[in-house]
């Protein structure tokens, strides 16, 4: 026993002494275990716009950063899902409340109208491999494993149609724009530390592997192209995108090469009657604008372009500064949707309206494009934190002035949580029973956990819970906890329980006045938690005189108390299992107006009407 004491006492000073050989030295950062797998994309896409049909190339180099040996890869085929008895179309004829954009459109489709993605071959570092196509996903069995640190390259080609456009992609919307080309080449699907993710294409969102895309479109040269990526060869395109045109009589097609550094998508879109506007931000990147020659949406599309420098500006300065050298937003689509390095959306606006889903969609930019969320398993982190700091932009930007940009999210949530309609937050975003459940899921009460977050950390922790997130997470693909760590680290706060109760359980916040009472000159206050999700609790009590005092009671699994620039009195802290809790005002019960847990509003209360009392 004595020999063992002396080994352990030695190599605890051996460790807590300082190493002049620096061998034993602590490091200065702490050692990551992440790891993410990486793409690069050659693709040559040669368009027939009479026919909407295009054949193309795709050579795919895979990077295995992962410790896993894989035996098997997958391809997403998303346009597969616009054909008659795809799982798209059966889940929009059965579920209970149908996207009216799809309905039973899917089913009405004809051969000529239908999407789909062959794959003609597929070759694994120059061998074929065997595949099998299922649905809206392709199955690949390798010939060899790829091992871990190593890379292998896939040659593909294949031939597609272009659906006639129902869901964010398709030609000829409603709109009159002719390609919005979204989703429509196979892409490989991510794998990352919880195994593959080879989601069918039934409704909502997607994931992507980081990346470079290489992208050689060839279509009819009246077309105008606006998408993902840098265009390589300007002055051989013209179109807008530089002062002089070129001359086109002499072919039927023009090349278009783009090329987008690090990105986990690609999309583009055409038309015939593009105009083409660019903005540029001051010290931030070129804008770019392509929308209809319509005289009755012109005017809008023109004042809408000092507004998104402004909506780029407010970004970059809340979130973190846009990477990117350019940004687009472009007429097409089926309402709004994001993508990398640009946005669709459908352009026969009001103004207020136009702004407002540029403001939306822009937002993902931050909030999907450069924070990769699993957009399938986590929609309330891109949507949620979409709405919430695009109601912020436009709150500031249109000199709204509210002081509640987000209580309409808060009433939505409210809504739905007392329907028992609600579905937790964890839900896969396919999965959930009603389409209903899941927008106000994924918009409404993600809005609300950001929102009501600064409550309980403080309104400065949670700006700079925003940048810091931004900082350590941007092109990489960050979970729920990732970004609850971040909140932590910034506010010294302990806040498991709040990712855990709002996003994992449908337990809904009720705290209530119960009564008071006067014992020997003072008030005694009696509280009550009625939900089961815990919070701290800000209550204000306004006196008969006109003033009024702030008192906070902390929870106490927070371990702490979040700040404050205003006086208030800091009670004891209220201990979860404990239902009831009381406290003493120093003054009578005739000197009381009124008793006001939450007076602003910020926590997302089930039951306002017992929330004050006198």
């Known amino acids: 026993m004595k020999q063992l004491l002396i080994i352990s006492l030695t190599v605890f000073f051996s460790y807590g002494q300082s190493n002049k050989g620096g061998v034993n030295k602590t490091p200065d950062k702490p050692i990551s275990t992440y790891w993410q797998q990486h793409v690069n994309y050659q693709m040559e896409i040669d368009m027939n716009v009479e026919t909407y049909q295009y054949k193309g190339k795709q050579v795919l180099v895979y990077t295995n950063n992962s410790p896993d040996a894989l035996n098997r890869v997958f391809y997403h085929l998303y346009f597969n899902a616009f054909q008659p008895g795809s799982e798209m179309d059966i889940r929009s004829r059965t579920i209970l409340d149908p996207d009216r954009r799809v309905k039973d459109r899917i089913s009405n489709l004809k051969p000529n109208e239908i999407g789909y993605i062959k794959v003609n071959s597929l070759l694994q570092d120059g061998k074929v491999i065997s595949y099998e196509t299922v649905g809206t996903i392709l199955e690949v069995t390798l010939n060899k494993p790829i091992q ?6 896939f040659t593909m080609d294949f031939e597609a149609q272009v659906p006639v456009q129902i869901r964010r992609s398709g030609r ?34 997607f994931h992507g592997v980081w990346g470079d895309f290489d992208v050689k479109i060839a279509i009819d040269k009246d077309y105008t ?25 002499k072919v039927d097609k023009l090349i278009w090469h783009f090329f987008a ?31 209809k020659t319509n005289l009755e949406i012109k005017e809008n599309w023109k004042d809408l372009q000092s507004k998104t420098v402004e909506l780029m500006q407010y970004y970059s300065k809340h979130i973190g500064k846009y990477p990117y050298k350019q940004y687009s937003v472009i007429q097409g689509g089926d309402g709004g949707m994001e993508y990398a390095m640009c946005t669709l959306i459908t352009g026969n606006r009001s103004l207020g309206s136009l702004i407002g889903v540029t403001a939306h969609e822009m937002a993902h930019t931050w909030f999907q494009f ?26 500031d930007i249109m000199s709204r002035n509210n002081s509640h940009p987000t209580e309409r999210a808060y009433k939505s949530y409210i809504k739905m949580a007392l329907s028992g309609k609600e579905q937790p937050m964890i839900t896969h975003a396919d999965r959930y029973e009603f389409n209903s459940s899941y927008g106000t899921s994924a918009y409404s009460k993600g809005s609300v956990f950001l929102t009501q977050l600064g409550y309980v950390i403080g309104e400065d922790n949670l700006k700079q819970t925003l ?21 932590e680290k910034v506010s010294g706060l302990e806040l498991d329980w709040y990712l855990m109760d709002f996003t994992q359980t449908t ?18 206050v009696y509280l009550e938690r009625i939900g089961l999700m815990p919070m701290p609790i800000d209550i204000e009590v306004e006196y008969t005189d006109g003033t009024k005092e702030q008192f906070y009671i902390p929870l106490q699994m927070m371990r702490g108390e979040k700040p404050s620039t205003t006086p208030r009195t800091v009670l004891k802290d209220w201990a979860w299992a404990h239902s009831f809790y009381e406290f003493t005002i120093n003054r009578s019960k005739s000197d009381i107006k009124l008793i006001t847990i939450d007076p602003e509003n910020k926590m997302a209360d089930v039951n306002k009407y017992n929330n004050s009392g006198y």
Do not use: C
Not at 148 to 153: I, K
Not at 236 to 242: A, D, L, P, Q, S
């Open 148 to 153: 871990p640190g190593s890379s292998v390259t």
């Open 172 to 205: 000829n919307n409603k709109e009159g724009i002719a390609l919005s080309m979204t989703q429509w080449y196979p892409k490989m699907a991510e794998y990352d530390f919880e195994g593959w993710h080879a989601d069918p294409y039934i409704a909502r969102e």
């Open 225 to 249: 192209i606006g998408g993902t990526g840098y265009l390589q060869n300007p002055n051989k395109i013209g179109h807008g995108y530089e002062a002089k045109k070129v001359k086109q009589t």
């Open 261 to 291: 550094p690090n990105v986990h998508d690609f999309t583009w879109a055409a038309d015939t009657d593009y105009i083409h506007d660019k903005l540029q931000v001051p010290n931030g990147p070129m804008l770019h604008f392509f929308y």
């Open 370 to 395: 450069l924070l990769a969320t699993n957009e399938a398993k986590h929609e309330w982190m891109d949507e949620g934190f979409t709405s919430y700091i695009s109601a912020l932009a436009m709150n």
């Open 467 to 487: 940048k810091k997130y931004y900082d350590d997470f941007h092109f990489k693909h960050p979970t729920p906890n990732d970004f609850i760590r971040s909140a």
């Open 507 to 524: 337990n809904t916040i009720d705290y209530g006045v119960r009564r008071i009472i006067e014992k020997d000159g003072e008030s005694i």
